[in-house]
């Protein structure tokens, strides 16, 4: 979890919705002075508008309940084209599920992951799109590179890091690695305590690294 550091100076220039909305309204205006035919193609560029939101509105991973996070609490983008993806970024919420997933969907909180793990099942909500930048890390560059994985608990309460959710995360976090060509392993794989500038200690001394890498490897 993270707040305002590591934002980007001026996260409302990346406001996609705002342009895409701009862009139907013009579209719309257009179409009063269209003949029938013109109108049928804008109705059918209208509806590959709609098709393009619904696919925003779905999940990088199968399992995942889409749970998204506000426009407002990350950066709009295209990766793998704007920037590589090369980190997988493990957090600890210090929050409990449901109210981490409140929180990104608070558009003045300014911070986001893409994933939040349960603690009790390991079920995963995905609240921020792979291609585009969670605010998760506090520091620009590391959430450029990054996909963020917040798991439910508190880095002091070590009963909250189920075999569940060591499970879960695992099979999530490879299947993000196997996806981008990211080696499976601790220089890729990092707690956010590792990102330069941090003052996160996240996820804790009782985080079962040897365990987790172990798991994402299969092995
Ligand atoms: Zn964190």
């Not at 193609?41 to 509806?47: D, E, F, P, W, Y």
């Not at 608990?153 to 060591?166: E, I, R, S």
Request: with cysteine; aromatic share 8%; proline share 6%.
């Amino acid at each position: 979890m993270d707040r305002m550091p590591g934002t980007p100076g001026t996260p409302g220039a990346s406001g996609t919705p705002a342009t895409t909305a701009t862009s139907r309204r013009t579209l719309l205006r257009g179409g009063l002075a269209l003949g029938a035919v013109a109108a049928a193609g804008l109705a059918n560029s209208i509806r590959a508008d709609a098709d393009a939101d619904a696919a925003a509105a779905s999940v990088d991973y199968p399992s995942a309940v889409w749970s998204p996070a506000s426009t407002g609490n990350y950066t709009a983008s295209n990766r793998t084209t704007s920037y590589p993806i090369d980190l997988v970024v493990i957090h600890v919420t210090q929050e409990t599920y449901t109210d981490t997933i409140r929180l990104f969907q608070d558009p003045a909180h300014a911070a986001s992951a893409h994933y939040v793990v349960k603690s009790s099942d390991g079920s995963i909500g995905q609240c921020v799109r792979e291609h585009d930048i969670a605010w998760q890390a506090g520091n620009w560059g590391y959430n450029t590179r990054g996909i963020g994985i917040e798991h439910e608990g508190w880095v002091d309460q070590p009963a909250y890091f189920t075999t569940a959710m060591y499970h879960s995360s695992a099979a999530l976090t490879a299947a993000i690695c196997d996806k981008y060509g990211i080696p499976k392993d601790r220089d890729h794989i990092i707690g956010h305590v590792q990102v330069p500038g941090t003052d996160h200690t996240d996820p804790g001394p009782h985080w079962d690294w040897v365990r987790y890498i172990r798991l994402v490897n299969g092995v």
